[in-house]
């Protein structure tokens, strides 16, 4: 009697699995043990500048470690502290943010992270700082790391897009002037976009329209300026959140698990494919200069078409995270090592020049560095 339900659910996970095998991604994979893969023709090193303006793209940090030589060099490469932005990529505090029933613990991996630097520090939230599960999301978390950011002593950091809302949020990172551009900071959360329940937690109840127009309006607005939109969740990646098989039978029992849950946060499930969709028909109006992301535990840089100069997935922050990568056509860097990025704006020869630099943990300098096109 029991054998029918049985037979129909051994069915569904199947069906469930075959159809998230069908968006996996294959390839050798670049860990941390191995070299990291570089494009051809892409080793080298990047023109001498004079510095204007550093930003450091770190995501996925919310482990706390002690001694913690990821966040240390952090602090190293955020200098000088008065030119200098570090922007966390969302995940600051695993597995569930900031919780009322667990905030010693959720304070001292956000402190840790705060006070890896003197410089400017703006946060963006991730999905794992709104809950583990997508059905056990809610603002309360979002607002508890809010207000302990908002109120870090220094008064040099901030929590954006606020009140969980989708943003986006701009902040101006370097003023513009004559003889050079400016550097403007945009801020997105699509999280309430991918799990449309949380939408009622933001205070003014604004639409999926109204955001993209507020989007294009700001990068029309700044268009002349060097932009970086960015927000946890990467657009393209060769990790797997972007399909990188864990092998067929591991992918047979996560990929109906995930459903199940609410979804695995990956780039095809249709709410998020559809957010990238969305927003880069806007971006592609006025392309900005990096579009930025963690959620991949990796360090990536890819190219990004007519969608913006270039990609940069930054989620290595957690030692204990770091996950496997595969390089893709638009792949010029990948590994999975813990680091992050920086991206230094200066002038060589009177010209504005950006240079990607990849930091990594334990190296006496970059693994990586290329001008930005």
């Known amino acids: 009697m029991i054998r029918t339900p049985i037979i129909v659910l051994s069915l ?9 095998c069908a968006h996996r991604l294959s390839g050798p994979l670049h860990s941390a043990e191995d070299p990291p893969w570089i494009a051809e023709g892409e080793a080298g090193t990047s023109p001498e500048i004079e510095l204007t303006h550093r930003v450091v793209l770190i995501g996925d940090a919310g482990y706390y470690l002690e001694d913690d030589p990821t966040l240390a060099a952090v602090g190293e490469w955020a200098r000088p502290v008065d030119s200098a932005t570090v922007v966390l990529l969302g995940d600051n505090i695993y597995n569930e943010g900031l919780t009322d029933d667990d905030r010693e613990r959720g304070e001292q991996i956000l402190a840790q992270q705060l006070d890896a630097t003197e410089a400017r520090k703006l946060v963006i939230p991730g999905n794992h700082d709104w809950g583990f599960l997508p059905k056990d999301q809610n603002a309360q978390a979002i607002r508890n790391q809010q207000a302990f950011v908002d109120g870090w002593p220094d008064g040099r950091a901030e929590f954006i897009p606020k009140d969980g809302c989708m943003g986006p949020v701009a902040r101006i990172l370097r003023e513009g002037s004559d003889d050079r551009k400016g550097v403007v900071f945009v801020a997105l959360d699509p999280t309430p976009w991918i799990n449309e329940r949380l939408r009622e937690d933001c205070p003014s109840e604004t639409t999926k329209e109204q955001v993209l127009d507020e989007l294009d309006g700001l990068l029309a607005r700044h268009a002349d300026q060097f932009v970086i939109v960015a927000s946890h969740y990467p657009m393209l990646t060769g990790g797997p959140h972007g399909g990188l098989t864990y092998g067929f039978f591991i992918d047979m029992i996560v ?9 695995l946060g990956n780039t095809y499930e249709p709410d998020y494919a559809d957010w990238i969709a969305r927003t880069q028909a806007v971006m592609r109006r006025h392309p ?24 940069v997935v930054s989620g290595a922050g957690a030692r204990e995270r770091v996950s496997t990568v595969t390089h893709l056509p638009d792949t010029r860097f990948a590994h999975a090592a813990p680091g992050f990025v920086v991206v230094d704006f200066g002038t060589n020869e009177g010209e504005d020049v950006v240079i990607l630099r990849v930091v990594e943990a334990g190296a006496e300098a970059p693994v990586f560095e290329m001008r930005l096109p």
Request: proline letters at 5%; aromatic letters at 4%; hydrophobic letters at 50%.
């Open 12 to 20: 569904v996970s199947i069906g469930l699995a075959l159809s998230g």
């Open 255 to 263: 990929t109906p698990l995930g459903w199940m849950m609410g979804g």
């Open 288 to 311: 900005p200069a990096i579009y930025a992301a963690g959620h991949d535990h990796s360090l990536q840089i890819l190219e990004a078409g007519d969608v913006a100069g270039m990609h």
